[in-house]
């Protein structure tokens, strides 16, 4: 039961380069998204997609992008890292309208 | 600008106390309120909440939901170590898909 699979689980950056972060799911979710997790914060709400083709922004879209090709992945893409984008991500994808997310491990993501 | 708000930030018991977590919310098109417990890595699901009055219990975790006040408690009765966690309080809307997250509590049961 492999679930919500997120890959890198660590990673550095230098400010100014760019990464992927992979997610993928078995769920056949329609509904996928990611989130950032941040001391005292809580989670915040990047993009977020309701199907294959469909992706939309979320609170915090900045220096982000992404796109669904599939509906298994929901890969997210930093532009240009910045130190302010160091945190700690979350991948999810739940049956759209039931609310329950499931979540990736998270990837701890430092930016020099 | 919608809003969650949990309270105690943080809370340190003993085993076999019980405690009450709270979240409050304010958001337009209020959909459910979901509660998460997240140990290490990723937050798991405890219950979701639509109705107001009616208690969502497993075990010794229950919660229930008011839609006049706009909060919700999490009540954990006879606390063992295994609780010490971060408890996230969630609330959905009916705009975007949104989910709006609180800051959570960090619950420390201690021996």
């Known amino acids: 039961n492999a679930g919500v699979t997120q890959t890198p689980k660590f990673q550095v950056l230098k400010t100014g380069q760019s990464m992927t972060l992979q997610c993928a799911q078995d769920m056949n979710h329609e509904y996928m998204s990611w989130y950032r997790q941040d001391p005292g914060m809580g989670l915040r709400l990047i993009h977020y997609s309701v199907g294959a083709g469909i992706t939309d922004q979320g609170e915090v879209p900045n220096g982000y992008n992404v796109s669904r090709s599939t509906t298994e992945d929901f890969p997210l893409r930093l532009l240009s890292a910045a130190p302010s984008q160091t945190s700690v991500y979350f991948c999810a994808s739940s049956y759209f309208g039931t609310g329950e997310l499931f979540f990736g491990e998270g990837s701890r993501l430092t930016v020099l | 600008e919608d809003k969650v708000v949990q309270s105690p930030l943080s809370l340190v018991v003993h085993e076999g106390d019980t405690v009450t977590l709270n979240c409050s919310y304010e958001v337009t098109n209020f959909r459910s309120l979901l509660w998460y417990k997240q140990e290490k890595k990723a937050p798991t699901f405890l219950f979701m909440l639509?109705?107001?009055?009616i208690e969502k219990k497993s075990g010794r975790l229950s919660s229930i939901l008011d839609k006049k006040e706009l909060f919700s408690i999490l009540n954990i009765t006879a606390t063992q170590t295994g609780d010490s966690a971060v408890y996230l309080c969630?609330?959905?809307?009916?705009?975007?898909?949104?989910?709006?997250f609180g800051a959570g509590t960090r619950l420390t049961v201690k021996p």
């Open positions: 969630a609330v959905e809307t009916y705009n975007n898909n949104d989910m709006r």
């Open positions: 639509t109705s107001s009055g």
